[in-house]
């Protein structure tokens, strides 16, 4: 076959030339940082790039916030240069471990907007999101924000207390979670006992015994009213759960 019949026509040619230059430009837009809308600060003195996505935030706010960041951010010193990275949108600081929408939750709580409290957040997935990144950067106030917000969704126990074993919250708050598990009538289940885990699983089986010596089978039960029944449940847990037990409410057990 003649060389002439195999190539392309100019026609084709010019066609392939834009589509190549157009993806070639789309891709370089694709990959330019973007400023956040609201965390793109005109106020702030440090960027920082999550994913795809720039922000400029306040470093004396971070820093009052995480010992890490305190110790891996140098602060701004009178008379001295910049450091390179982290002081311009060519070279920010670069969080790599961190999506871009676990970052956004975390400084909506970190600088709330002016004249407004804190952010609330209404869903689990959004506020484990947010205990995620508080505790890789260790923000202990922003995790006791968190964790407030969490204790006062509806979870059910079991996955509650998983999620305070697994982020190291206060135990205290769980003792509703166990007195709960104390009272239902239900068997555990073999993936409830590896949600607890050995220690809470042993706990909450000496719990659900001592509440059914105090308050007898199911049919007796009925005798009881709702409050008498969480009271009884309550003082159960108490004990079993105390880091040092009373002996007088467990001789009362």
Known sequence: MPEAQIRPTKEVERSCTCVS??????????QKPKKHKRFYMPEGDIIIQVGN???RLSLSVLHENSPILRSTIPPLETGRALPIVGYNNK??????????????????ILFPSPGKPVKT????????????????????????????QLH??????????AIWEEFHLDPELLLPA???LCQRSEPLTLPMTMSLGIRNFTKVAASRDLYR???GCCGCRTSLSLQESQTIAN??????FAKQPSTRLEKSL
């Open 178 to 180: 166990f007195a709960t």
């Open 53 to 55: 996505t720039l922000f």
């Open 91 to 108: 070279r920010p600081l670069v969080f790599h471990e961190i999506s871009e929408i676990d970052f956004v939750r975390l400084c909506s």
């Open 21 to 30: 230059t157009d993806a070639v430009v789309k891709s370089m837009e694709q």
């Open 152 to 161: 006062d969704l509806p979870i059910d126990p079991i996955r509650k207390i």
């Open 213 to 215: 010596q105090r308050v």
């Open 235 to 240: 003082e159960i847990v108490a004990a079993v």
């Open 121 to 148: 957040f209404h869903t689990i997935d959004a506020l484990l999101s947010v205990l995620k990144v508080a505790t890789s950067l260790q923000m202990e106030r922003i995790r006791i924000i968190a964790t407030a």
